[in-house]
């Protein structure tokens, strides 16, 4: 059993950055697909990006805006976004292999 963590979200402004560790209990991350979700209220839960070894790929929403990156000393994988936009506003997970976090919540407003 695998527990992670998200953390880091809060309120940010449009056009502002903030950057979302989440940390697991045991190295997970190193050899398996990453990938980062988010679901806004009354939507459906989509991919935001993946990280599988040193290779990225971002959904059109986050591409140019938001990097995935890993620190396997620390257990972590981190979700930097920046260029915020109102629609970023969701619930943000972290999802590797079969686990999942409880997510944070990221608002941002104008």
């Known amino acids: 059993q695998v527990r992670l963590v998200e953390s880091g979200g809060g309120l940010a402004q449009v056009g502002g950055s903030l950057r979302c560790p989440c940390v697991?209990?045991?190295?997970?991350?190193?050899?398996?697909?990453i990938g980062w979700y988010r679901q806004a209220p009354g939507k459906q839960r989509e991919l935001v990006g993946t990280?599988?070894?040193?290779?990225?790929n971002y959904a059109d929403s986050g591409k140019g805006r938001f990097t995935i990156s890993r620190d396997n000393a620390k257990n972590t994988v981190y979700l930097k976004m920046n260029s915020l936009k109102a629609e970023d506003t969701a619930v943000y997970f972290c999802h590797p292999e079969v686990y999942w976090g409880q997510g944070t919540q990221v608002t941002v407003s104008s």
């Open positions: 697991a209990s045991r190295n997970i991350f190193s050899d398996n697909v």
């Open positions: 990280m599988l070894g040193g290779h990225t």
